[in-house]
């Protein structure tokens, strides 16, 4: 079983809707990551962050909300979501990338499916 | 930015034979090349890794080579078993921004025929 524990597992939800999706980790790691991944397709990466700070955004829609709440925590609230947007949305954790040094590597956790209707 | 190709995109091979996997990648400032595994339903499991300073890393039944000069690293799986089917994801990773950005390749889908 993975680490990394995602919330709900399947979501179905209308363009008009909000909703969020929920990822928490217990291993310490102060990096946290949001994937979007369509089917027979690599997951892509939305967002990550750093020691709770939004560190990178990959020009993701701002339909698309990150939050940190807390360094085991991390949500995406969404909004006004399209049908193109149904897709397996993916959390990682891992240890803080050292600049000039060596990664250490991303655990995921298994996905919230989700369907916009 | 960073371009991970994979092959091939599916593989079929008999039960006990070897699949091998290859990656070439773009930027030669990333220095870490994971590989994960995808079953149904699941998200990626990190199967095996290998850093820029080393050559070749075994794990039991599985091995990783990179070849940092001609940017190409592959997978190796020997004696595959039936339980090995699944979708295998190769990336490419370096630091940016205290976070560790990976990028995957296409994937490869192998199915081991009992």
């Known amino acids: 079983d993975t680490e990394v524990t995602q919330t709900p597992k399947h979501l179905v939800m209308g363009m008009t809707n909000k909703k969020s999706l929920k990822c928490e980790q217990h291993?310490?790691?102060?990096?946290m990551y949001w994937y979007k991944q369509k089917a027979k397709k690599p997951p892509e990466l939305m967002f990550v962050y750093s020691y709770e700070k939004l560190s990178i955004n990959e020009s993701v829609p701002s339909r698309f909300s990150p939050e940190c709440p807390n360094s085991s925590l991390l949500n995406l609230h969404l909004h006004a979501l399209q049908p193109e947007d149904s897709a397996l949305y993916l959390c990682a954790s891992s240890q803080v990338g050292l600049q000039d040094s060596y990664n250490s590597p991303l655990h995921f956790g298994n996905g919230t499916r989700l369907t916009v209707t | 930015g960073e371009n991970v190709e994979q092959h091939p995109s599916t593989l079929s091979v008999q039960e006990g034979d070897s699949a091998v996997i290859k990656c070439t990648y773009s930027?030669?400032?990333?220095?870490?090349f994971p590989w994960y595994k995808q079953e149904l339903g699941k998200g990626p499991q990190l199967i095996i890794d290998i850093r820029s300073n080393v050559g070749e890393k075994k794990d039991q039944r599985i091995a990783v080579t990179l070849n940092k000069t001609a940017k190409h690293f592959s997978l190796h799986i020997t004696e595959t078993q039936p339980e090995d089917s699944a979708v295998y994801f190769c990336a490419a990773s370096k630091v940016i921004n205290a976070g560790n950005m990976l990028t995957f390749g296409g994937g490869t889908r192998l199915m081991v025929k009992p």
């Open positions: 930027d030669s400032a990333s220095n870490y």
């Open positions: 291993m310490g790691h102060r990096a």
